[in-house]
T-cell receptor, first 116, second 115 residues
Framework: NAGVTQTPKFQVLKTGQSMTLQCAQDMNHEYMSWYRQDPGMGLRLIHYSVGAGITDQGEVPNGYNVSRSTTEDFPLRLLSAAPSQTSVYFC???????????????FGQGTRLTVV | AQSVTQLDSHVSVSEGTPVLLRCNYSSSYSPSLFWYVQHPNKGLQLLLKYTSAATLVKGINGFEAEFKKSETSFHLTKPSAHMSDAAEYFCVVTGMDTGRRALTFGSGTRLQVQP
């Protein structure tokens, strides 16, 4: 049972570089999300998707792009890395609870990104 | 709009004593509520969830939480702390007023367990 798989686990970028964080889930969940975690701030939503071909912005979308071409994959692109994007990034997937709400989320192990 | 407030950023207990981590939520509709735990340099693990069934919810590792609608609270408790409980804990809410958005996280409570 792979669940949610994120790669890479660690990454160091120079300011201005671009890169893609990969996220894949094998549970056929319709919802996928990207969060960043910074000390004392909990997890903040970057972008999310409610199905293939549908994405939307979260709380802190600036500097990031996403796409959802398949149910399984939800990559996060950093367009031009900045030191303010140094953070731990988590991908999550979830499904409808059947009551109009959302069931629990399943998280990847995280990507620790440092921008120098 | 919905929100979550974790009332303590840091809680310290002695091993073998009770744990209480406090969470208040705001949601226009019947919410689903979760507690997640994150050990250092690890991902997030679901401890327990409330989804409008029994108001007292039991989770893994001896944790439980009680949903109190009148107080808009979902506090996490454990009768006896263990050293391995030292971690960060997040209260999370979702509900019909979430619309298409994802979960809303509290800012976290760091639990320290003293020997």
């Amino acid at each position: 049972n792979a669940g949610v798989t994120q790669t890479p686990k660690f990454q160091v970028l120079k300011t201005g570089q671009s890169m893609t964080l990969q996220c894949a889930q094998d549970m056929n969940h319709e919802y996928m999300s990207w969060y960043r975690q910074d000390p004392g701030m909990g997890l903040r939503l970057i972008h999310y998707s409610v199905g293939a071909g549908i994405t939307d912005q979260g709380e802190v979308p600036n500097g990031y792009n996403v796409s959802r071409s398949t149910t399984e994959d939800f990559p996060l692109r950093l367009l031009s890395a900045a030191p303010s994007q140094t953070s731990v990034y988590f991908c999550a997937s979830s499904y409808s609870s059947g009551q109009g709400g959302r069931a629990e989320a399943f998280f990847g192990q995280g990507t620790r990104l440092t921008v120098v | 709009a919905q929100s979550v407030t974790q009332l303590d950023s840091h809680v310290s207990v002695s091993e073998g004593t009770p744990v209480l981590l406090r969470c208040n939520y705001s949601s226009s509709y019947s919410p689903s509520l979760f507690w997640y735990v994150q050990h250092p340099n690890k991902g997030l693990q679901l401890l327990l969830k409330y989804t409008s069934a029994a108001t007292l919810v039991k989770g893994i590792n001896g944790f439980e939480a009680e949903f109190k609608k009148s107080e808009t609270s979902f506090h996490l408790t454990k009768p006896s702390a263990h050293m391995s409980d030292a971690a960060e804990y997040f209260c999370v809410v979702t509900g019909m007023d979430t619309g298409r958005r994802a979960l809303t996280f509290g800012s976290g409570t760091r639990l320290q367990v003293q020997p």
